[in-house]
């Protein structure tokens, strides 16, 4: 393999894998290739992908951010009472936005400060915002309210299908999410840190700032998609997103990103996010199979592409 | 390049580095010229990354001045330091190896605008920083893949686009081969003559006569003096740097025995090999006999022990333990044929820090004897006792934390480790080390001992009367290949150099 | 090691558990009161025991993961995989032998694989067992499909319920573990080579010790005690609930570990201190209870809790705090 081909291997075998599976999807199941279903693909696991965005931004640091899926169902319950009680809409996605993102932003200094492990800290994020979230009510709260009906009813008409508010968002994330991953300094200096921190720190690179800044966007873009789910599921109810977070770092990794940080594409959490919704949506079309077979699915996949790294990696080594 | 010839480029006056009460760099001062490759040598301990960390901003001086280009400087970060004009190559490449040549070329500062990075900028930059040092390497790439030669000239490339002129290259050929030397070699002298100065830090002596100008030679964090290269000889430089006159440094010790052929064979290997690590060797280590195993650093001494200790796995060739057939992969059948192995890290193949003395102490009887074989603890105190008497390892009790105690206590307590496995053959790699004067006679006794008491004794060392001084027979390396042995009374420093240097032996000496 | 030297670590927790149980007699006098009932022990204290019980076994494997080093994220799943084939096993009309076999022979398998991925492939161990944190759970439901499998089986039930002479079974048998275990691992070598694995496992190897065969270990008793777990958990209820069952257990068997005084970063680990702080977070939830927080909301407190420990023990926080104390008298 060339040097570059090698590079991309990880990325070629998800879509490689997302081929494979949509294929045998279609041939499997009668109305499976269909742009309504690709369109689904985006507007079903909206929540999930735009969560995967931001930990890929976190992974790249060699970080996790266990919290999000808790982050998820606080901004959603906080959201349905905050709207239900009256306060203008708009005010009240800056504010949850506003809380994703500080919470985020206060874990990130924890860890980079004191030098505390992430999956720990995160941990006691997620409890913090999953209790919270139940604090603030332990029912599902419904909202009725013309602007978040409106969003919820948008479509962007794309010829025959129709793109709704939920794909339009995760689109938009993903790409903003790709241009800052591999456009801009930042999204460099993320791969750096996760890459070997020591030495980005040697090249004089802003390594704590862009780490708390990794986890504060994370946590913003959790929040995000708490707002996202809301409005998909026109209620706001504390437990959303319970073990979103999993599925989140599963789609990640299947997508070629190192978990130990340092090695990672954006495009391959979009590839990774289209195969999880394309076994999910299979399991669904085809009826036989239970759904919890999704999960035996990813994981597998995850053991896969951690050996696959694994592998890689190694074969690297012995080039030398 | 606007720096004056005639004046320094760096120059550093009474410079001096506490940490707490430990003082590691006292006065010394450095003077480097534009257009110079400038020696930094001393052993282990002498103070030299103390003074490039403070050169660098890693540390901040405790006193004395520091100039640059005619202006005082006081870098208090790396960043502060390469603003300045000082770049450092390390010899573990401060790169990342997950991305590109071109983007280890141009982190922190690719060209583009508002944060934002122009691709098509960052290659062509790279480009032409690779093409002013002649390297045609792919910028694609991604930099893991690349050999560790390779990778440190993407690293010097760096440095020089960072618009270095001062370069510090530290212990750059430790892992590269004879060719890949040579072409770092190439560079540095083309970097030279465009007016770049450059600080070197090695440990073969060789490469110091092929491309240095000049010398500073310190010891103990104290400055010995600076030197042209041309006008100090060999011996003498080595003699700056252990601190003794080549007179008093010959001294073997007075019970040497003459080597015995007829003494039985411990561990014997033959054709013993592995890839990029040593080529086949042929070993016989003897009952009550210490074999000297002498090469530069890098010439395959230390992968020779681990290679005979199982930690890495040979390409080839077979190990006999008392004339039998011996299957070793792992330290732990090492172990249980009655092998030791005292590695020359000390803390990271070593000590269990945070361990009391006595578990660090019992550790590699206790494996030998698996786990449900306990060693009672009413033993295991008597082992302490017998062992921190015998050694005279200096500490409160045997329930201390071994990372309490001195460099050369600890290295007492690993010795100690391994004695207590009642071994027939203990490897010895580096055992002074790091270590005071005091620790190191003793250590130097205690390998007599074992060899009166019928051990067989491997002991790796980079200085050469230590060697000389304590073994039976000495077994030369160069270049990952054993050059030659040297028996008995013919084991002089002298020809030790002589044989570990090869025929092509170059400068003053 | 003298024994007030091992202690002196155990005493944090300690005190953290005596505060707590001090604030609940102030909000309750009653709190410590055990009264006999139908020759059976009932009370707070007894509530406690009886529900700590499973994170007590948890804790006790968790332990000696961490403190060589690593972690276990997937004993949650376990308890859940564990728990639903057990019940699944007996509601099919299998014996009570056939149904603790297949409980705790899951947590063995999970066990087994972390211990491969994490000591043969040399994966770390959160993303390692990870991959079971996920598929545990996806089994679980898969075998009860995704419902909750009553349990008939008396006998089995015991397990999660029944009593000793009028004192709990489960605390019984989760105290009866720990001193097994604290046995075994001080008077065999066991604990010093797991100590030694976590406190320098390179140095660990080259002192001939079999390290990647103790860290694959410690993942098989972990996986055990996950399994045990499992089982007990569905005893206690009489139910295996796939959903629900060792739902957060694996944060509070790390917390629990960690609030006990074992570094996270592996060697010493304190077997007590686990046992403690798996109490303490217990207590917790029991005092949550009493002061009327729903149960959902109890998780805040421990994640401050949590906090604090972290804070106290990291060297880079005590340093940070030292120079704010040391620049305001400037």
């Known amino acids: 393999m060339s040097p570059a081909l090698r590079r991309q291997a990880p990325l070629l075998a998800t879509a490689g894998i997302l081929v494979i599976l949509f294929a045998t999807a279609a041939f499997l199941y009668e109305g499976f290739f269909s742009g309504r279903v690709v369109v689904n693909l985006f507007s079903d696991n909206a929540v999930l992908g735009i969560v995967a965005v931001g930990m890929t931004l976190v992974i790249f640091t060699g970080g996790i951010d266990l919290s999000v899926g808790a982050v998820v169902g606080f901004v959603s319950i906080f959201t349905a009472i905050m709207i239900q009680r009256g306060y203008p809409p708009a005010l009240v996605a800056v504010a949850a936005l506003a809380i994703g993102g500080g919470l985020g932003a206060g874990m990130g200094a924890l860890i980079h400060a004191f030098r505390l492990p992430a999956f720990l800290i995160t941990l006691a994020g997620m409890f913090l915002a999953r209790g919270g979230a139940f604090w603030i009510s332990t029912e599902s709260v419904g909202i009725d309210h013309p602007v978040a009906n409106a969003l919820s009813g948008f479509e962007l008409g794309l010829g025959p299908v129709g793109l709704p508010t939920t794909a339009l968002t995760v689109i938009g994330v993903l790409a903003l999410g790709y241009v800052a991953a591999h456009h801009t300094r930042f999204g460099r200096n993320l791969l750096a840190i996760g890459g070997n921190e020591n030495s980005a720190v040697l090249m004089g690179l802003p390594v704590g700032s862009a780490k708390v800044w990794a986890y504060t966007i994370n946590g913003a873009l959790a929040a995000l998609a708490g707002l996202v789910a809301t409005i998909y599921t026109g209620s706001g109810n504390p437990s959303t997103g319970l073990g979103l977070e999993l599925d989140a770092i599963a789609v990640v990794v299947i997508g070629g990103t190192l978990l130990a940080g340092g090695r990672g594409h954006m495009l391959g959490t979009l590839l990774g996010l289209l195969v999880f919704g394309t076994i999910q949506t299979a399991l669904l079309f085809d009826g036989r199979l239970s759904s919890w077979w999704i999960r035996i699915v990813v994981g597998l996949l995850l053991l896969l592409f951690i050996l696959l790294q694994r592998g890689l990696l190694r074969g690297a080594a012995r080039g030398k | 390049m606007t720096a004056p010839s005639d004046g320094p480029l760096l120059s550093l006056r009474g410079v001096g580095k506490r940490f707490g009460p430990v003082t590691a760099l006292s006065n010394v001062d450095l003077t480097v010229r534009a257009g110079e490759i400038h020696a930094l040598l001393g052993e282990n301990g002498a103070g030299k990354s103390t003074l490039i960390k403070v050169l660098t901003g890693v540390h901040e001086r405790s006193e004395g001045e520091m100039f640059f280009a005619g202006q005082a400087i006081h870098p208090r970060s790396p960043k502060d330091a390469e603003r300045a004009g000082i770049s450092t190559v390390y010899q573990e490449v401060n790169l990342l190896p997950g991305l590109s040549v071109a983007e280890n070329l141009l982190l922190g500062r690719q060209p583009g605008r508002a944060g934002f990075v122009n691709w098509g900028g960052v290659r062509r930059h790279a480009r032409e920083a690779l093409a002013r040092l002649g390297l045609d390497i792919d910028v694609d790439a991604e930099l893991g893949t690349l050999s560790v030669a390779l990778q440190q000239m993407v690293a010097i490339a760096r440095a020089l686009d960072l618009k270095a002129r001062l370069l510090i290259l530290d212990e750059p050929t430790a892992s590269l081969d004879e060719k890949e030397v040579a072409e770092l070699f190439r560079i540095m002298r083309r970097l030279r003559s465009e007016g770049m100065a450059m600080i070197f830090v090695t440990h073969f002596l060789d490469q110091v006569y092929a491309v240095t100008d000049r010398i500073t030679v310190l010891r103990n964090g104290t400055l010995v003096g600076e030197y042209l290269t041309q006008d100090l000889p060999r011996l003498a430089l080595v003699s700056k740097m252990i601190g003794r006159e080549v007179n008093d440094m010959a001294g073997r010790a007075a019970d040497l025995p003459p080597p015995d052929d007829s003494a039985p064979a411990v561990v014997e290997a033959r054709g013993l090999e592995r890839r990029g690590a040593i080529q086949p060797i042929d070993l016989m280590l003897r009952r009550g006999e210490v074999t000297g195993l002498a090469g530069l650093l890098g010439s395959g001494r230390t992968e020779t022990a681990r290679l005979l200790f199982g930690i890495d796995r040979p390409d080839g060739g077979e190990i006999r333990v008392r004339g039998e057939a011996a299957k070793i992969q792992s330290a732990r059948d090492a172990v249980r044929l009655g092998l030791a192995f005292c590695s020359e890290d000390r803390k990271g193949e070593g000590i269990l820090p945070n361990l009391s003395i006595r578990e660090n102490l019992i550790l590699a009887l206790q494996a030998k004897q698996g786990v449900w074989k306990t060693v009672q603890r009413s033993e295991q105190e008597a082992l302490c006792r017998h062992y921190i008497e015998a050694l005279r390892i200096k500490t409160p009790d045997a329930e201390t934390p071994i990372k309490n105690l001195s460099g050369g206590n600890q290295q007492k307590v690993l010795l100690a480790r391994w004695l207590a496995t009642r071994p027939e053959l203990i490897i010895l790699d580096e055992p002074t080390r790091g270590i005071d004067i005091g620790a190191r006679a003793e250590i130097e006794a205690l390998i007599g001992r074992l060899r009166a008491d019928g051990l067989a004794v491997l002991l790796i060392s980079s200085e050469i009367e230590e060697i000389a001084r304590n073994s039976t027979r000495v077994v030369v390396l160069r270049e990952r290949r054993r050059t030659g042995s040297v028996e008995g009374d013919a084991i002089t420093p002298p020809a030790l150099m002589r044989a570990m240097a090869g025929a092509s032996e170059g400068g003053a000496s | ?330």
Not at chain 3, 117 to 142: D, E, H, K, N, S
Not at chain 3, 234 to 249: H, L, P
Request: net charge positive; proline share 3%; hydrophobic share 55%.
């Open chain 3, 1 to 330: 090691m003298s024994k007030s030297k091992s202690l002196s670590p155990v005493w944090w927790p300690l005190i953290g558990l005596a505060v707590l149980v001090a604030v609940n007699l102030a909000l309750n006098p009653a709190f410590l009161n055990v009264t006999v009932l139908d020759g059976r022990l009932y009370g707070l204290p007894i509530d406690i025991l009886n529900q700590g019980a499973r994170g007590l076994v948890l804790a006790l494997g968790m332990t000696l993961v961490i403190a060589t080093g690593g972690v276990d994220l997937s004993v949650g799943s376990v308890m859940a995989a564990a728990g639903a084939l057990a019940a699944v096993l007996l509601a099919e009309g299998h014996g009570l032998a056939v149904a603790l076999t297949a409980g705790l022979g899951v947590g063995l398998l999970a066990g087994a694989a972390n211990g491969l991925l994490v000591a043969r492939f040399g994966i770390q161990p959160i993303v390692a067992t990870l991959i079971l944190m996920v598929v545990g759970r996806g089994a679980a439901q898969l075998m009860t499909n995704g419902e909750v499998v009553v349990i008939k089986n008396d006998a089995f039930a015991f397990v999660g319920n029944g009593t000793v002479f009028g004192f709990p079974f489960a605390p019984l048998l989760a105290i009866a573990l720990f001193v097994a275990a604290q046995l075994f691992l001080r008077r065999t070598a066991s604990g010093l080579f797991i100590e030694a694995v976590g406190d320098n496992e390179t140095a660990a190897r080259f002192a001939g010790l079999g390290a990647a065969r103790v860290k694959g270990l410690v993942y098989v008793i972990c996986g055990l005690c996950a399994g045990l777990a499992g089982l007990m958990a569905a005893a206690n209820i009489r139910a295996a609930d796939s959903y629900r069952m060792g739902e957060n257990m694996e944060l509070d068997a790390i917390f629990a570990v960690v609030v006990g005084g074992t570094a996270l970063t592996g060697g010493r680990f304190l077997l007590l201190g686990s046992f403690i702080g798996a109490l303490l977070l217990q207590t917790l939830t029991t005092t949550m209870y009493n002061l009327g927080v729903p149960p959902a909301v109890a998780p805040v407190p421990k994640a401050v809790l949590i906090l604090v420990v972290c804070l106290l023990q990291s060297e880079h926080a005590r340093r940070w705090a030292v120079s704010l104390v040391k620049g305001g008298k400037k």
